[in-house]
C-alpha cells in the first residue's frame, strides 16, 4: 500500500528527472558561425553511440566533441580543418559520410555494382524468355510427321 510520503517522493524524483539533462549553450558571434555548427554536429558520428551523431547523443565524449568544435569555431577554423582533425583523432568512422579512399571504396561502389548486376540478371532473364527453343524453329522430317499421324489416329480410334 502506497503511503502519502511515498507518493510524494516518486512525484519528486519524477519532477526531478528533466533537471538532470545536460542543456549546453553556446554563444556565437554570428549566426553564420552557429549555422556552421549546427551542420557540423550533424555531420560527426559519435564514436560511443556509432548510430548518433553528436548533435543528437548525450554521451560524456559527444559532449567533448560539441565543445571542442565550438573552440575551434571560435578560433576560426575552417570546416576542413575542423574535420581533418576529427578524422585524426578518432578515424573515418566519425564521418557520416567517409571520403572516398581505397579503404572506403566497396562503400560507395557496392551499391552502384549491386544495382548493375540486378539490371544485368533482369535483361539475361527477358532475353532467355524472348528467344525461341530450337526445337521449335525446326521443321519435322517426313518419318516424324508420319510417326506423329499415326499416334493421332491411334488415339482417335481408342476415344
Same mark, same amino acid.
Given at each position: 500500500?502506497?503511503?502519502?510520503? %511515498?507518493?510524494?517522493l516518486? /512525484? ?7 533537471g538532470?539533462?545536460? $542543456?549546453?549553450?553556446? +554563444?556565437? %558571434? ?7 555548427y ?15 551523431? $553528436? ?5 560524456p ?16 577554423? %575552417?570546416?576542413?580543418? $575542423?574535420? +581533418?582533425?576529427? *578524422?585524426?583523432?578518432?578515424g573515418?568512422? *566519425? ?10 571504396? $566497396?562503400?560507395?561502389?557496392?551499391? *552502384?555494382?549491386? /544495382?548493375?548486376?540486378?539490371?544485368? *540478371? ?29 499416334? /493421332?489416329?491411334? %488415339?482417335?480410334?481408342?476415344?
Amino acid at each position: 500500500m502506497k503511503t502519502p510520503l %511515498s507518493r510524494a517522493l516518486l /512525484l519528486l524524483c519524477l519532477l526531478a528527472t528533466p533537471g538532470m539533462a545536460v $542543456i549546453e549553450t553556446y +554563444e556565437f %558571434s554570428d549566426a553564420a558561425l552557429e549555422q556552421r555548427y549546427q551542420v557540423l554536429t550533424a555531420e560527426l558520428r559519435c564514436p560511443k553511440c556509432q548510430n548518433q551523431n $553528436i548533435a543528437d547523443s548525450n554521451a560524456p565524449i559527444a559532449q567533448d566533441l560539441r565543445k571542442r568544435l565550438y573552440q575551434q569555431l571560435q578560433e576560426g577554423a %575552417s570546416d576542413e580543418e $575542423i574535420m +581533418e582533425y576529427m *578524422v585524426a583523432r578518432y578515424g573515418e568512422f *566519425v564521418l557520416y559520410l567517409p571520403r572516398f579512399s581505397s579503404a572506403t571504396a $566497396i562503400l560507395w561502389l557496392a551499391p *552502384v555494382l549491386l /544495382l548493375l548486376a540486378g539490371a544485368a *540478371v533482369v535483361l539475361l532473364t527477358l532475353r532467355t524468355r524472348q528467344q525461341p527453343t530450337a526445337a521449335a524453329g525446326q521443321e519435322l522430317s517426313a518419318e516424324e510427321t508420319q510417326r506423329l499421324q499415326t499416334l /493421332l489416329d491411334d %488415339s482417335e480410334k481408342e476415344s
